[in-house]
Each structure stands twice: as structure tokens, then as C-alpha cells.
């Protein structure tokens, strides 16, 4: 395993690891043995093992025609649709991938929210140059991603007319039902699945994720190894040799001792997207029934100039888990200034990896002594294979771990209620006794 997991600042006494023990390898069982609530949506647990090749074959020779026929490519979805691939996209190619276009197209996603701005910028991004959409929707009819491909499906049709279009838009979608498989049936898109067993936000390795991935130039066969690797280590029922049961207990415990939030902080800008991702997984998984721990993320050093006094000296209702990198890409040393006039001369020809290690560990020592427990992943490198193992890693801990706190960690009941209220303040038939008594709570 690339991936290491060290919990000796945690503040726990010897035997607390001890009592959680029972519960987290039961919890573990559940999942193992898919006899929990929810089990039936559990396809990812095996996913490395039994993907379907066809498909993956299929997704692999999709991105190369994409890369062969487009400088642009726009994926379209929302939640777990999308999260998972711009977070794969940026840990392995870094914030500025689609500038520094070293390897396959530019990616952009839309259909994550309603601004009409945001769209209008994609828009003026792509100018002239060729572009394909893939969207990316079980139903076909969730709102946000809809709006989108409405938009970008004229604009496709506009430029390269009705046949071209077709030829530029791969659907992602139910494999048998749903608005999207019919628009998709009935107008030749070419089509992937998404699973029936895989719920959006454990979705991010399936035809959901790959596909942008691999047209953006991610090695998707690295991917699927990395996540093989993780998912053998964590198959194994030793509670003290198995990382991601040791995690889910600890975030038990911390719960237990009256932590209510769990920030994911990270020291490279390129895993900031990949924090999102974390927040939907987490989120959506355990916050029901009045349960569950806040999953925050944060980018250090930059937050500790924002939110690092609250953490520091704040209220003590949180712990951190570190997401660590030891190798840079590249890197740079502080040049020499013999005037030294900042007074950095100390720190020259340091490298910047070596700063910012030393940057967290006196972090994490100082909000440690401060009442802030840390624990800490640390990765090998950022590449294709480690996203691939850090991704199972978080599934199968926050399996085991809301299994522990007593959820069903993956259906998201709450998710719906927003989307009535849209749906009935915006005249959407079958909602209309809705409208007036929430314009009258709205003042109008």
C-alpha cells in the first residue's frame, strides 16, 4: 500500500481503541457479509475485481475519440456525478491542468449549479474550438444538470448541427429506464451505465467518473489497480491491521468523546477538490436521523490564515485528519539573498517540500496541544494509483463507520426536500398546492 495511516495524536488512552474494537468489527461484517441496511447498494465493495470490461474497454476508446475530435471536454452532472473525476483530475494533473494541457483535453463541468453566469464563462472558454459533452444522469431529469444539456446540446446542434452533435454527446445513464436513456436511445448517443447497485457518491469509478478521466488524460487501468490494491488490503478482518477499520473507529470515538466536526485538511492545492468530494461521501452517508460528525475540508497552509484560530483556541468540537503527500512532482529550492532583507536567509536552499512538511508537523503538534486530536494519511505521491486507493480507503471506512453510529450510509433522504420546494415554487405541475403556502412563508 502507498497509503499509511498514523493516529499516535489522536488523545486517546490505551484502552479506547479497545471498546470500539467490537462494534467496528462488527460493523465491518455487515459490510463484508452485505447483510446491513442498504446492502443493496454495495456494488462498489468488489468493484475493482468484477468491473465490467466491455465497458471499460469501451470508456477507454470513447476518451480517445474525444481527444482526437474536441480540445474541450464538458461533463455534465452534479453530486457524485461530477465530484469524484474533477477531484481524480486535479489530484493527478494538478488546479491548473486544463491550462497546462500536457495530456488529453480540457475538462469543465457543468451542471452543478443554476448560475447562469457560470455557464456563460464555459461558453466563453471554449470560443471557436471543438468540444463533446458527456452527461452524466440516472434519471435525466435532475434539475441542475437538465438545465445544462439543455444549453450545451444547442449549442453542439448550433455548431456542428444535428448529426455532428450526436456524434459529440455520450450519455451517462440508467441502463434501462429514465429520461435520459430514451433521449439517448432515441437519438444514437452513445451510452455507458450507471450502476444500479452503486449509489452517485461511490460512483466516481464507475462510467460516472472514468470516462471524463481518461479524457482528460487520467490512466484509468492505474486507477483500477491502485483501488484492487486498497480493496484487498481492506478486505483483511484484523481490526489492528486494516487502516480503514482502524478509521472508522476512531471517527466513532471522537463522536463518542463530543467531537462534532471532522475537518480533512490537506497541504496540497491539488487534493482541494478532492476535500469536496470527501464532504459529499461523509455528509450524505452519516448526517441522518440527527447522527453523524460535520465534514469540513481545508487547505493548509493558506486556511491557517483564515480558520486556523478558531481550530488553534475555538470551541473544542473538533478533530482533523491530514492528508499528507511525501514526494513532490517537482520541485523548487528557496534561491539564496546574501542583502536579506526578508529574513528568509535561514530557510535558503531549502526546498518548499521541505517547508511545508515542517509546516505540518508544527501545525499539527500546535492544534494538538490545543485540544485539537489529529490523525494523519499520508500518501506516497499524488498519481493515478494512489487516487485510486484513497478513494476505496474512504469507502470502506465510511461504510464500517456508519454502520457503527447506526445509519443507513447510503441512501440520503434529506437530499429531496429542497428539490419539492423548488419544484412547486417554479410552477412544476403536480406541485401546485405547494406553491401558495410557500411564497406566503417567503413574504410574497
Same mark, same amino acid.
Given at each position: 500500500?502507498?497509503? *499509511? ?26 459490510? $463484508? ?18 468491473? &465490467? ?13 474525444? *481527444? ?59 470560443? &471557436?474550438?471543438?468540444?463533446? /459533452? ?58 455507458? /451505465? ?53 478509521? @472508522? ?10 467531537? *462534532? ?27 441522518? $436521523?440527527?447522527?453523524? %460528525? ?14 486556523? *484560530? ?9 478533530? $482533523? ?10 520541485? %523548487? %529550492?528557496?534561491?539564496?539573498?546574501? @542583502?536579506? /532583507? ?41 498519481? &493515478? ?30 437530499? $429531496? ?28
Amino acid at each position: 500500500m502507498s497509503i *499509511q495511516f498514523n493516529y499516535q495524536n489522536a488523545g486517546l488512552r490505551a484502552h479506547e481503541l479497545e471498546y470500539a474494537r467490537p462494534l467496528a468489527e462488527a460493523a465491518f461484517c455487515a459490510v $463484508e457479509d452485505r447483510c446491513g441496511p442498504g446492502h443493496e447498494m454495495l456494488g462498489w465493495l468488489d468493484l475493482p475485481r468484477d468491473y &465490467d470490461a466491455e465497458e471499460f474497454a469501451r470508456i477507454k476508446a470513447a476518451a480517445q475519440r474525444i *481527444q482526437a475530435q474536441s480540445e474541450v471536454l464538458v461533463a455534465i452532472g452534479i453530486g457524485g456525478s461530477y465530484l469524484g473525476a474533477r477531484a481524480g483530475l486535479e489530484f493527478v494533473k494538478g488546479p491548473f491542468g486544463n491550462q497546462l494541457r500536457e495530456k488529453g483535453v480540457e475538462v469543465y463541468f457543468a451542471g452543478n449549479n443554476l448560475s447562469s453566469d457560470y455557464v456563460q464563462s464555459i461558453f466563453d472558454i471554449i470560443g &471557436d474550438r471543438d468540444f463533446s /459533452v458527456n452527461v452524466i444522469s440516472k434519471s435525466g431529469t435532475t434539475t441542475e444538470p437538465a438545465v445544462a444539456f439543455r444549453l450545451f446540446k444547442e449549442k453542439l446542434e448550433a455548431k456542428y448541427g444535428k448529426e455532428g452533435a450526436r456524434s459529440r454527446i455520450y450519455a451517462t445513464t440508467d441502463k434501462a429506464r429514465g429520461a435520459l436513456r430514451g433521449l439517448a436511445v432515441t437519438e444514437g448517443y452513445e451510452t455507458f /451505465v450507471v450502476p444500479d447497485d452503486i449509489g452517485g457518491r461511490f460512483s466516481c469509478l464507475s462510467a460516472v467518473g472514468l470516462l471524463p478521466m481518461a479524457a482528460g488524460g487520467m490512466n484509468i487501468d492505474q486507477v483500477m489497480r491502485g483501488c484492487l490494491s486498497a480493496c484487498s488490503a481492506y478486505h483483511n478482518p484484523n481490526f489492528m491491521q486494516n487502516d480503514a477499520m482502524l478509521y @472508522a473507529a476512531l471517527r466513532y470515538l471522537m463522536l463518542m468523546k463530543g467531537k *462534532q466536526v471532522e475537518i480533512l485538511a490537506s497541504y496540497e492545492p491539488a487534493l482541494t477538490m478532492f476535500g469536496e468530494w470527501y464532504k459529499q461521501l461523509m455528509a450524505e452517508s452519516e448526517g441522518k $436521523e440527527g447522527k453523524g %460528525l460535520f465534514p469540513v475540508s481545508a487547505s493548509f497552509t493558506t486556511d491557517l490564515h483564515s480558520i486556523g *484560530q478558531f481550530i488553534q483556541d475555538g470551541s473544542r468540537i473538533l478533530f $482533523e485528519t491530514v492528508l499528507w503527500v511525501e514526494e513532490a512532482q517537482r520541485e %523548487l %529550492l528557496v534561491p539564496h539573498d546574501p @542583502a536579506n /532583507v526578508d529574513g528568509l536567509e535561514f530557510a535558503a536552499g531549502l526546498s518548499m517540500r521541505d517547508i511545508n512538511e515542517k509546516a505540518m508537523k508544527g501545525t499539527l503538534l500546535a492544534h494538538v496541544d490545543g485540544g485539537a486530536p489529529n490523525l494523519v494519511v499520508t500518501l506516497n505521491r499524488l498519481s &493515478d494509483y494512489t487516487f485510486g486507493e484513497l478513494v476505496y480507503f474512504f469507502w470502506k471506512s465510511l461504510a464500517i463507520s456508519g454502520y457503527m453510529i447506526g445509519v443507513n450510509p447510503f441512501d440520503q433522504p434529506g437530499v $429531496e426536500a429542497y428539490k419539492k420546494n423548488m419544484f412547486a415554487l417554479l410552477g412544476k405541475p403536480g406541485y401546485e398546492d405547494m406553491k401558495s403556502a410557500l411564497e406566503a412563508r417567503l413574504g410574497k
